[in-house]
């Protein structure tokens, strides 16, 4: 965390702040919207290349409503017990069906690495794939683009909060 500082870290050193707060987390809520009633989902993420992959139902309302819309928004925040300690990356942008090919197999392989416990949700030997979660769970690979994204953090000055570009 960065100590209490007169000036602001450059962009190289805020977009390296966001992506290491993005690692460290592993849930992310999703917002939504329609007929001006919003509604919010936490689901479990991997960021991966420059996006953030989840499972989710196909009916289920954050993903009907970001698909009709065609907007979400986003917010990951770390656990803080003082005001100076708040930081987090507030975003908005899209949300995608992930169809199977490279980016899928690349995604699914870093969501399994950050979360291994998933495997136990097979039988011994079977291959945690795409085919094999949609008919376990029932869900689909999406990814969240985010087309603006802010990070926050108080440890630089209360209310901080500048726009970065993952890469």
Not at 1 to 29: F, G, H, W, Y
Not at 97 to 125: C, D, H, M, N
Not at 135 to 150: A, I, M, Q, S
Request: charged share 25%; glycine share 4%.
């Amino acid at each position: 965390m960065i100590s209490k500082k007169s000036e602001t870290p450059d962009n190289q050193e805020l977009r390296r702040l966001a992506e290491e707060l993005v690692n460290e987390q592993s849930t992310m809520t999703l917002a939504t919207a329609k007929e001006n009633v919003a509604w919010t989902a936490p689901v479990y993420y991997v960021f991966y290349k420059s996006c953030f992959y989840f499972f989710s139902e196909p009916d289920s309302r954050h993903i009907v409503e970001s698909m009709e819309s065609g907007q979400a928004a986003s917010a990951i925040y770390a656990h803080a017990s003082k005001w100076q300690e708040i930081r987090g990356i507030q975003m908005s942008g899209s949300i995608e069906i992930v169809p199977a090919g490279l980016s899928s197999i690349g995604a699914l392989r870093e969501y399994l690495k950050k979360f291994p416990f998933t495997k136990e949700f097979f039988i011994p030997r079977q291959k945690p794939d795409l085919a094999a979660f949609a008919d376990r769970f029932k869900v689909r690979l999406y990814r969240f683009k985010p087309g603006l994204v802010y990070y926050m953090d108080n440890s630089i000055r209360f209310g901080f909060r500048e726009s970065v570009i993952f890469k």
